[in-house]
Every structure is written in structure tokens, then in C-alpha cells.
């Protein structure tokens, strides 16, 4: 019999786009990103209960979760390129 192999992903990638994880000061940066994006960020279920919730397209729910892990992901680098006094 032949195995299948499973192509390895790195975790970065896979929790980046898979699962979403708030790290410790998130909840500060939360609150700088517009009500639609924290919003989408803190809600839970899959996209289709989203998109139920919300009375939008699957699509917007996905595009929404982009470009809020985006801004999210660009605060926190913002936060870590600042030096603190």
C-alpha cells in the first residue's frame, strides 16, 4: 500500500490564516481599529454563522477578517517598533 504524504505548512502560516489568537495587549490595540473590524475579529462561529449574524455575504465576512487581522497585525508591529521611555 502507498502513504499518502501530508504536506507540512509552517504553524505561522497556519494559525495566521486558520485560527485567530489574541496575544497579551491585543485588547488596547483592539480598540484603535474601527467598530466593523473589531467586531468581525471578536465574533465567533464559522464564516456562514458570521455572515448570518451580521445579514452579509460570505465573502464580505472573509474580506472583512482580512483586512482586520491586516490592521491588527500592523498596530502590533507598530508597537513593537516603538521604543518605550
Do not use: C, W
Amino acid at each position: 500500500m502507498e502513504q499518502l504524504h501530508q504536506v507540512e505548512r509552517p504553524q505561522k502560516r497556519v494559525q495566521k490564516y486558520l485560527h485567530f489568537r489574541l496575544q497579551p495587549g491585543d485588547m488596547e490595540l483592539l480598540d484603535q481599529l474601527p467598530a466593523e473590524q473589531r467586531d468581525i475579529l471578536l465574533s465567533e462561529g464559522s464564516y456562514q454563522e458570521r455572515a448570518a449574524k451580521l445579514n452579509v455575504a460570505i465573502g464580505t465576512v472573509r474580506s472583512r477578517l482580512h483586512r482586520a487581522r491586516a490592521a491588527l497585525e500592523m498596530l502590533r508591529e507598530k508597537r513593537t517598533a516603538t521604543p518605550l521611555n
